[in-house]
């Protein structure tokens, strides 16, 4: 079966302050997604980054990066210098291919806080 | 329409009434989702579709029904509306090449 682990429940930071969201996965496939959603206080999933189970390579984009380890089955996601826009609760999810028939499963989500 | 339509946005409702929640999105995706979101308990999946004309239970599908008469209709039914339905529901969709599911903006259900 398949699981996703967000241990951290809430994590309050102050602005520019780097801040790490854990995910830990579980799966019994060789192939497999795993995303990372944002939801704002607006309420909308917003989709964040997506990776295959066979690109491990690390992932940039302006203050977020994502470090995506197979021998530890984590998938954790890094925000550097926080903004208080950054406030909002975020979501790993896993997959297997979509041709298999199942769905994105959540993690339960972290709330981050950046306070001013 | 653009992406994924959700309606009604809110609702109110009274327990014991039957409910209707509306998905339709525009991209042909094959794959079709429904989820309830739980504070602290993340988003948990009702019913899922495949292609059209199919339909699976997820991981809380007592109390809900689904129908997929086309692809880019997914409605999402309570037959007789409880309390512990109140939640916010989302519709997502995504395909083989584009796995990375698409939500709609949700549903805020209060059953009273």
């Known amino acids: 079966a398949q699981k996703v682990t967000q241990a951290q429940t809430e994590i309050s930071v102050v602005e520019k302050e780097d801040v790490t969201l854990d995910c830990v996965y579980e799966?019994?496939?060789?192939?497999?997604?795993l995303f990372w959603y944002k939801q704002p206080p607006s309420g909308e999933l917003v989709f964040l980054i997506r990776r295959n189970s066979f690109d491990e390579q690390n992932e940039i984009s302006g203050r977020y990066s994502w470090n995506f380890q197979k021998s530890t089955s984590s998938f954790n996601f890094t925000i550097t210098a926080s903004q208080v826009v950054d406030s909002a609760v975020y979501f790993c999810?896993?997959?297997?291919?979509?041709?298999?028939?199942?769905?994105?499963?959540f993690g339960k989500g972290t709330t981050l806080s950046v306070s001013s | 329409i653009a992406g994924i339509t959700q309606a009604p946005t809110s609702q109110i409702l009274a327990a014991g009434r039957r409910m209707t929640l509306r998905c339709t999105q525009d991209m042909r995706h094959n794959a079709m989702y429904w989820y309830r979101q739980d504070l602290g308990l993340g988003l948990r999946l009702i019913h899922y579709s495949n292609t059209a004309g199919t339909t699976g239970k997820g991981e809380v599908p007592d109390g809900y029904s689904v129908s997929r008469a086309n692809t880019d209709d997914f409605p999402l039914t309570l037959a007789s509306a409880v309390p512990s339905q109140t939640s916010v529901y989302f519709c997502?969709?995504?395909?083989?090449?584009?796995?990375?599911?698409?939500f709609g903006q949700g549903t805020r259900l209060t059953v009273v």
């Open positions: 799966t019994r496939d060789t192939t497999y997604y």
């Open positions: 999810a896993l997959s297997e291919e979509v041709q298999a028939g199942t769905a994105l499963i």
């Open positions: 997502a969709s995504r395909t083989g090449a584009k796995p990375s599911a698409f």
